[in-house]
């Protein structure tokens, strides 16, 4: 299998899992790009991707359609009003908050495993086959800054903005592959052109 057909089946297996994360929680809105989350780890939410981190961004989800202001910091610090939701959603963080990134490490309850645990082996496998296709050519393409400096997201992270303010940090590479559309407006992160000009 090629590198250029296996995300499109990783991203679908992500709607999946996150479609069914909606069965328990219907106010959440759509996962409207999930092949964005593909090969970007996020050292604000502590989490490679798995269904630990789905349900992290889903916690995100949330807390925009309920106008929750859920993070600080320029999104990395987990606010208590985030861990709120966590703990309803069957995340918990058992230990006092981060000093820099709040209670973005939260972990599966045992009740949520239990509950996710089909989707959980399903993405797993996904995961799995993913990894092994894209290291399986690794030899003979060239895959750009993150693969050269590994799964922790590497390249030059710069702000991409949305119309209703908020913002993230992003590797330009990864916007340009699909829009990150955001969760409290619905209209897409773009990188400003002061930025854009200077991260050229």
């Given amino acids: 299998m ?11 297996e992500l709607a999946e899992a ?4 909606q069965r328990y929680h219907p106010e959440l809105p759509d996962l409207a790009a999930p092949e964005s989350l593909i090969g970007e780890s996020s050292s ?3 989490h490679e991707l798995s269904f630990e981190r789905l349900l992290h961004e889903a916690v995100h989800g949330i ?3 309920r106008g929750i202001r859920d993070t600080s910091r320029a999104g ?7 861990l709120a939701i966590a703990e309803e959603m069957g995340l918990d963080h058992p230990e006092e908050p981060h000093p820099s990134s709040g209670f973005s490490l939260v972990t599966l309850t045992s ?13 797993q496998r996904a995961l799995k086959a993913h990894t092994a296709a894209t290291s399986a050519d690794t030899a003979r393409s060239f895959r750009g800054p993150a693969a050269r400096h590994g799964s922790s997201g590497g390249g030059v992270r710069v702000k991409a903005v949305c119309d209703c303010g908020r913002n993230v940090r992003v590797v330009p590479s990864v916007l340009a592959q699909a829009p990150i559309v955001c969760g409290g407006c619905g209209k897409p992160f773009r990188i400003p052109e002061i930025v854009g000009a200077a991260a050229s």
Avoid at 111 to 123: F, G, H, Q, S, V
């Fill in 44 to 46: 604000a939410c502590g």
């Fill in 63 to 65: 807390a925009a359609a």
């Fill in 76 to 82: 990395r610090y987990h606010n208590r009003r985030f």
């Fill in 2 to 12: 090629s590198t250029t057909q296996t995300p499109p089946v990783l991203a679908a």
């Fill in 18 to 21: 996150w479609a069914d994360i």
């Fill in 111 to 123: 009740e949520a495993k239990r509950r996710y645990r089909p989707t959980i082996e399903r993405l």
